[in-house]
């Protein structure tokens, strides 16, 4: 990669606006393919979840399924080009790995792994909706498999970036900083679109909501603040998933769509969006202050997990709670909050339809129980991602 | 025969009736429907799905007028599923007859649905409304093929992330230019055994799932209703509904009358399949029946009792009961029996059957067999004995002739009517005022091929069906005339 890489250190006297141009051609070309292959996945998932939830019937060629298959796409000509350049073109590369007689950046090996296994689950599903009927449902295990490889890719782009930052210099560290960020929040949407059976709003009163975000959210945001470095790091990533979530919110509805499938419980003449973002951002900015408070690096990470993780939980639990009241209320029955858009099998007495909370715990003593696994899972959570993040950070091929 | 022995005999016959689970209209899914859509005739024959949510296929045959365009689209029968229509499907012309044209629409919910057909032509619009069920009835073993091609990719997978997760610990965290200490090679190796055992623990828990979700698929299979019949010590067969657990929506409190009956219970002598009882048990408890048996020769019967929901989906509950000859009167009101006349060799190619009453029953068709999944119009016509039409044939049950489809081995059976497989009361829902079955049930004379006074009917009658599969086959074929219940039994070959 030195070939595409930038020179080795700037001049400090050169002037700010020069420095952000730099910056910016400090990140290679393959970051920035690999990256909007990860972007283009989140909004074909959001936006095949809303296809199917607006006009149901499904076909290999929808515009949403070209998006999802096109972060394969990308993947495969990314990761590809990097896997066979470095192994043809440039033997003798001491900043890569071999795998199988094969050289090239580990993060590009993570990446073709995921490509391979996203396309593979294509031949699965399609028996699948042969043996059992098409499924109605996100987690199948065809629809796992897909998840899984599409995980895989984004994982793989952030080992790509990572092992830039590792053998770069401060100049290039600061300019991945960005891709970085990006992929934080597009990780956070990947996993709340795994999590989306859990997480509707007429479950925001019981604990297994708040169990099914303490599982993944409090480890991706310590991953992101260990990998960046950055003092608002879990903001930022929070705040990327926001934005995205709130394009996709109020985005969607313009669009003309109408069902295509029986049974019809709604009439709808447009795109419904997948609900308004889960307020992250709120713990998000406790867990930067309390991360920098307790120096998280340098100290026992199973301490730092111990407070942030209960922390996340709480902060969460307080805003959220509250919040989901509020999405439930008429003031949310809007183009703003979007409470009024159902799908159009959404039956008109579900606890949807009719802006009911669905309690998944039947007593208090059990809601309280699960509750307080979320405590014990939250601190998990964010020790492994400080783990894996630490580990990230090591990675210099 | 005393009243002690029926008792001890009726006991006897409760402990061996044994209840044979199969699917409503047994073995024959598909739905035919032959009437009107406007000024337009139609044939319609729709393969219902066997997977859900999965797609029925439409074939739309318009036999008079010219269309030129003919829409599909499906609705629930009933409730608030049957209020929204989501949009419509142009269904394709056929390249080979231009009368026919074909369509595929997702059936996303088990239970009653009807497909709503609209015909644009040079007779106006015209829309008819067909039910059609869907019912889960199978699941697929993993494809030879499919496995080929997974194999090999699940095993790259399976040592490219033992071989990525080896090099991510080893090589990847040694600074560019370095050798790889001989710790770091070391931790690799451990990180890869440690890998595949996760890859193994990763597969057998995704087995476990898997099968899991095969398992709850396989509790939407369709399970009919089972049946408890025995005899009592007047020679009245009691009949008792068993719900063996599917899903929730099914309950036996909501048994709506078809042709003013809430069961129609066919029940044939085994193996000859030389008797046919037609009779109406009358519910006194829910799931609960009962009716005199009227004479009939002992052997053992196979069951086959028809019900219709309040949501318009039917079914049939399969039983078998052994019966003592039954010396009772012969049967009353709708109730109708037939015995093929002694030591009548079966025939496929036997074209006539002679009735009880001397008249002649002439099935109209060609020679030899008939072609298994093909919709036909099969045609029967009633001539006096001395060959002249029979102009006494009156509605039985509200209409001109009920046919009785049976394969031999008995894993199939249908109850068709001159417009189709569906029963009365569903249609009467499909072309009604859906939202409210009442109010259906009223409009069902306006739309259902059947004179509202008893006066003669034409000498033909005609039922649109198609065999699902290939056998030998028996059919009743049962007409109303004044001499009264006749019934025609033909034996025929379907390849």
Known sequence: ?397 | MTRRVLRALALLLFVTAAAVPLSAHVGSPDVFFEGTAGSYRVLVAISAPAVVPGVAAINVRVLDGSPHEVQVVPLKLTGPGAQFAPVSDRAARSDVDPQTYTANLWMMESGAWQVRITIDGDRGTGQVSVPVDALASRTLAMDRGVALVLLPIGLFLVFGFVAIVGASVGQAQADPGQAIAPARVRRARIARIVAFGVALLVLFLSNKWWDLEAQAYDEKIYKPLALQPQLDERGWLQLRLQDPGWLKFRVLDDLVPDHGHEMHLFAVRTPALDTLLHLHPQQHANGGFSRMLPKAPAGTYRLFADVVHATGLPETAVADITLPAIDNNPPVDDDSEASEPAATPVDPNRLTATLTDGGVMTWERERGSLKAKQPYLLKFRVDEGNGTPARDLLPYMGMPGHAIVLRRDLSVFAHVHPFGTAPMASMALASGDASDPHAAQMSMSMTMPMPTAPEALPPTVSFPYGFPREGDYRLFIQVKRASGVQTGIFDVHVD
């Open chain 1, 1 to 397: 990669m030195s070939s595409l890489a930038v020179p080795e250190a700037l001049p400090a006297e050169r002037t700010r606006a020069a420095t952000s141009a730099t910056a910016a051609a400090a990140v290679p070309w393959y970051v920035w393919t690999a990256l909007f292959g990860v972007f283009s996945g989140v909004v074909g998932a959001h936006w095949d979840i809303s296809w199917h939830r607006s006009i149901g019937r499904d076909a290999f060629w929808t515009a949403p399924h070209i998006a999802i298959y096109l972060k394969g796409v990308l993947a495969g000509i990314t990761f590809g080009y990097l896997i066979l350049s470095t192994t043809f073109a440039r033997r003798d590369a001491t900043d890569v790995v071999t795998i199988w007689g094969l050289k090239g950046p580990l993060g590009a090996f993570i990446g073709a792994w995921g490509g391979v296994m996203m396309l593979a689950s294509g031949p699965f599903d399609n028996w699948w909706h042969d043996a059992y009927g098409l499924d109605v449902k996100i987690l199948s295990p065809p629809h796992v498999m897909l998840l899984f490889g599409a995980h895989a890719v984004t994982f793989g782009t952030i080992a790509l970036v990572m092992g830039l930052r590792g053998r770069g210099n401060a100049q290039q560290r600061q300019a991945l900083l960005l891709p970085l960020f990006l992929l934080g929040g597009f990780t956070l949407v990947e996993f709340m679109i795994l999590e989306m059976e859990y997480i509707r709003l007429t479950l925001m009163h019981s604990a297994e909501f708040y169990r099914a975000v303490a599982m993944s959210v409090p480890g991706i945001l310590a991953m992101y603040w260990i990998m960046s470095g950055h003092r608002w790091a879990c903001t930022r990533v929070a705040g990327i998933y926001t934005a995205f979530l709130l394009l996709m919110q109020w985005g969607l509805p313009l669009f003309p769509a109408e069902p295509k499938l029986g049974p019809v419980y709604q009439h709808l003449t447009h795109f419904v969006p997948n609900g308004f973002p889960l307020l992250l951002i709120v713990p998000a900015i406790a867990m930067d202050l309390v991360l920098r408070a307790t120096n998280a690096a340098s100290r026992n990470r199973w301490l730092v997990a111990a407070i942030v993780g209960p922390l996340f939980v709480i902060v969460f639990f307080l805003a959220q709670w509250p919040f989901a009241s509020f999405l439930m209320s008429p003031l949310a029955r809007n183009a703003i909050f979007g409470s009024h858009y159902f799908s159009y099998f959404t039956v008109p007495t579900s606890y949807g339809a009719t802006y009911r909370f669905y309690a998944v715990e039947p007593s208090t003593m059990e809601f309280w129980r699960v509750m307080a696994m979320a405590l014990v899972i939250a601190p998990i959570s964010a020790r492994l991602g400080l783990g894996i993040g630490q580990w990230l950070v090591r990675i210099k091929r």
